[in-house]
């Protein structure tokens, strides 16, 4: 479905999810975005390549960001060094950004253990969603060339794609609050 790549460095790319979780966290108490942070663990130190950190319910919470600049789709042990990075740094949450697509067992252990899978697009499949005619070379309503689509799986095991943007943040933000 999202097979259009992304014209973006590894570290522009970096800079684009750092950028997007900006602007979502709008609203979140004491949101707070860095990248490339080292966070200590219980078995050594670790740099994410993305953070986030926010107050809920007068708890603190960390969402560590993994952003996955590669061609190949994203294989199951890559969800599995994020969710092992979990559990060392006491981290509360897991996001992956790809500009490539996930492999079914990345998507079924990233569902069991309540990890966020986006895989991030050129803005124009957004329109592309809307409208059975080719998509129109017109700016997106948030004025990013890229959107992100939360990559999940359906009762019966049929992949979902569900849009994130500036409008709509409430999916990403559901998954920095929920629980697997």
Not at 132 to 157: C, N
Request: glycine share 8%; net charge negative.
């Amino acid at each position: 479905m999202l097979g259009t790549p992304i014209n973006l460095t590894p570290k522009q790319f970096e800079e684009e999810v750092e950028n997007l979780l900006i602007k979502l966290g709008v609203g979140l108490v004491e949101f707070k975005v860095q990248r490339l942070e080292n966070i200590d663990g219980a078995d050594g130190s670790y740099e994410i390549d993305v953070t986030a950190r926010f107050e809920a319910l007068g708890v603190n919470f960390l969402v560590l960001i993994e952003c996955k600049h590669h061609k190949n789709p994203i294989k199951r042990d890559v969800v599995q060094v994020l969710f092992d990075r979990l559990r060392a740094v006491g981290g509360h949450k897991g996001m992956i950004f790809s500009t490539a697509r996930f492999q079914r067992g990345a998507i079924e252990f990233a569902r069991a253990h309540g990890i966020a899978l986006v895989q991030v697009a050129d803005g124009l499949t957004s329109f592309a969603t809307r409208s059975y005619e080719a998509p129109q070379a017109s700016p997106l309503p948030s004025g990013l060339p890229y959107v992100g689509w939360m990559i999940g799986l359906t009762e019966d095991g049929d992949e979902t794609f569900k849009l994130i943007s500036e409008r709509n943040p409430e999916m990403l933000l559901e998954k920095f609050r929920s629980s697997p």
